[in-house]
């Protein structure tokens, strides 16, 4: 049991050392200039065009992350009745990749429709939603900058229900929501970079969500964080072309239909 309960603090913990540590590469790679060339707008429109301060960012961040400290803590001890059989019995490549899959499908759709329907309805985009969307350039640390009742809602319940619907054990969930956050940082963080893993696996990047943030893509790219499948087969899937933009960096630019 004991090694039960330090899996749960790992699971709890270790998603919230990954956001600040991953984005922190991120933010010691932007203040290189030669990686200015990779930027999808340019470095001063992080602080010209954003509508909220980077302190003010942060702030939000840690408050949201404490919401999802308490709500890790609650759902693991609820998962300790099966406990003993996980750790006698152990896991499969098989079963671990299954509740992979179901993980990845059931955030996926969760947050689709919810992220949606915070666009639909004008008293949610207005009095939640557009905190997000203050950061109309999006950078890696401002991934979970969220109103707190988003946050809840989004991430928090999301996260809560692919834990449960997959049955991954504690041990499972630390790997997942590590690899959840990255993904989401790595969508938020504002670079194209050559070779970068997650944009050859997925749709869903940097790019894809950048569209997303803009004015013309507002209504667009609600997927998150891993697929874009929601957004084609109903009908809200924008496309986009990455083009060079005038003294370095790119720009994506979206195709219409």
Known sequence: MAAFASEELLGTFVPVIVYWVYSGLYVLMGSISRFDDYRLHPRKDEDTKNLASKSTVVKGVLVQQAFQIAVSL???TVARNNATE???TGTSLITLAGQFGVAMLVLDTWQYFIHRYMHINKFLYRH???KHHRLVVPYAYGALYN???EGLLLDTVGGALSFLVSGMSPRTAIFFFSFAT???VDDHC???LPGNPLHVLFDNNSAYHDVH???YGNKYNFSQPFFIGWDKILGTHMDYTLQKRKGGGFEARPVKD
Do not use: A, R
Request: proline fraction near 5%; charged fraction near 5%.
């Open 213 to 215: 943030h803009q004015l």
């Open 128 to 130: 939640v939603h557009s």
């Open 86 to 88: 996980t750790m006698t």
């Open 74 to 76: 609650f759902l693991f």
């Open 147 to 149: 109103h707190p009742l």
């Open 182 to 184: 990255i993904k989401t």
């Open 190 to 192: 504002g670079l194209w």
